[in-house]
């Protein structure tokens, strides 16, 4: 009966172990610069920048912060820039074209 036990609650150690293990290993959180005026460039860039395999998206209209936390397996920052700037906001690396900024409405013009 105490061997039984012992079994248990290292197989329970194992479960959370490498349950705490694949959180840590499946997603991560970055954070880049996007220009943007208002609550609703607020709305537009995390809508954009929620791709599949984000998890979380959330822009600061202070501090123009934007925090994304994703699956490194699945996307990166890099198509999640992208996806931003196509919505018209320019990024640190990917600049919105003039076409698709000219398309923002008038409070939303950052630059
Ligand atoms: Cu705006």
Redesign the pocket.
Known sequence: MKTVKIIIVALMAIALGSNSYAQTSTSKTETIKVS???????A?IEKAAKLDGVSKAEWSTKTKMLAVTFDPAKTNMEQVGKKVAAAGHDTEKVKATDAVYDK??G??K?R
């Open positions: 943007g005026n208002c609550e609703m460039c607020k537009r923002l409405p409070c939303c950052y």
